[in-house]
Structure formats: structure tokens, C-alpha cells
């Protein structure tokens, strides 16, 4: 089956760091991507998204390349700020049809410190 | 503002007890879900709906119970049944099923229910 597989956390870095979090995916098909982030206390919103290879998604200084070859869809930020503390998740939907086929990896927590 | 609404925000229970939680949305979508989040893990599907007055068991089904009977409203009911029922629950919304979104969710903000 389907499956997403995350870096692990927790992640610590300073303010203006550049951010780097590790998604590699297993699919049939041609899934699309996704990376959620979920602040503390909320639900999950949608941050950026790719839907074929070689897209890149961006949003709010974040990008994601989809790269077919790798199976990979790292999610990077050049210089990170406090309120991009959160939980970050990478997800794919294969393009089955089926209104269930999001998959979501085990999230990664990111703090920022000044 | 269009968007999901869950309720309550945060519930605690006794064992044996069954309880309700409410999930509306008015952005018109056709596709809702719930998820349930414990700790260091991702999103598990609990059951989804398509279409009003249709509905499919997720990955973790047991021990849980839903109802489509309005396009705007999917509420999940936690019963005594359910073996660990302290979590985190998600409910989001989708525009449809199966079409080029697919993946796109909104989601609500949550309900935590705890088991006293």
C-alpha cells in the first residue's frame, strides 16, 4: 500500500536557520504530494502541494520539488522564523478515484528559538 | 467565513460512556472525514463520507460510529466499545470525491477528548 515516511523529530533550530524536513513516499501510480502544518492547538491546513513530477510548490518561503526519481518531496525554508513552529506532515493522495487516498506521514515537530 | 466547525474543543468522559462529536461545515463540499491523532503519530482515517447518506470505514473504524444524514454535518460518536478513546480528533472537509483536489482538506480545529 500506500505509504509516507517522514524525518524524525523533534527538530530544534535559530531564527534564520534554513530548514530542511526529509518525505519519501511509496505509491503505485502518479500520487500527488502535500506538506500540512499544524500549529499548536489547531487542525492541519494545507501549506503546499504538488501534483506531477518536477512541480515545485511553494508557500510562505516554503518549497517542495516533486522528484519522481528519488520518490522524495523535502520540504525547505532558507531562514526559518519563531512562528514556524509547528508540526509539519507530508502527505500523498493517489489519483485512485477514491475520495479516502490521503496518506499522511508520522509529522515532524519543528521549534524555533530566537 | 466558510470553514469547519467542531464541538466541543475539549471533552472528558467516563468509561462505558458513548459520546458525540460535531463536525459543520458550510463550504459546501461534498467529501468529509474523520481522523483521530494520538501523540507522535500521524493521521489515522476513521471513516469518510462521499455523498449524503453514505459512508466508508477508515483504517481504525472500531469502536466508532457516523452519520451522513445532511451535507453540511458528519458527526462521530466515541462508544464504549472503543478501547482507547483518548485523543486528538480532526474532522476536514473536501470539495469532492476523487476529483483533481483530491488531497486538499480543510480541517476543523479539533476536539480532545479524554477518558476519565
Known amino acids: 500500500g500506500d505509504s509516507v515516511t517522514q524525518m524524525e523529530g523533534p527538530v530544534t533550530l535559530s531564527e534564520e536557520a534554513f530548514l530542511t524536513i526529509n518525505c519519501t513516499y511509496t505509491?503505485?501510480?502518479?500520487?500527488?504530494l502535500f506538506w500540512y502544518v499544524q500549529y499548536p492547538g489547531e487542525g492541519l491546513q494545507l501549506l503546499l502541494k504538488a501534483t506531477k513530477a518536477d512541480d515545485k510548490g511553494s508557500n510562505k518561503g516554503f518549497e517542495a520539488t516533486y522528484r519522481k526519481e528519488t520518490t522524495s518531496f523535502h520540504l525547505e525554508k532558507g531562514s526559518v522564523q519563531v512562528s514556524d513552529s509547528a508540526v509539519y506532515f507530508c502527505a500523498l493522495s493517489a489519483r485512485s478515484g477514491s475520495a479516502r487516498q490521503l496518506t499522511f506521514g508520522s509529522g515532524t515537530q519543528l521549534t524555533v528559538l530566537p | 467565513d466558510g470553514g469547519i466547525t467542531q464541538s466541543p474543543k475539549y471533552l472528558f468522559r467516563k468509561e462505558g460512556q458513548n459520546v458525540t462529536l460535531s463536525c459543520e461545515q458550510n463550504?459546501?463540499?461534498?467529501?468529509m472525514y474523520w481522523y483521530r491523532q494520538d501523540p507522535g503519530q500521524g493521521l489515522r482515517l476513521i471513516y469518510y463520507?462521499?455523498?449524503?447518506?453514505?459512508?466508508q470505514k477508515g483504517d481504525i473504524a472500531e469502536g466508532y460510529s457516523v452519520s451522513r444524514e445532511k451535507k453540511e454535518s458528519f458527526p462521530l460518536t466515541v462508544t464504549s466499545a472503543q478501547k482507547n478513546p483518548t485523543a486528538f480528533y480532526l474532522c476536514?472537509?473536501?470539495?469532492?470525491?476523487?476529483?483533481?483536489?483530491?488531497?486538499?482538506?480543510?480541517f476543523g480545529e479539533g476536539s480532545r477528548l479524554t477518558v476519565l
Open positions: 463550504l459546501n463540499h461534498d467529501a
Open positions: 505509491a503505485t501510480g502518479y500520487p500527488s
Open positions: 476536514a472537509s473536501s470539495q469532492r470525491a476523487g476529483g483533481p483536489d483530491t488531497g486538499e482538506l480543510f
Open positions: 463520507s462521499q455523498i449524503v447518506n453514505d459512508f
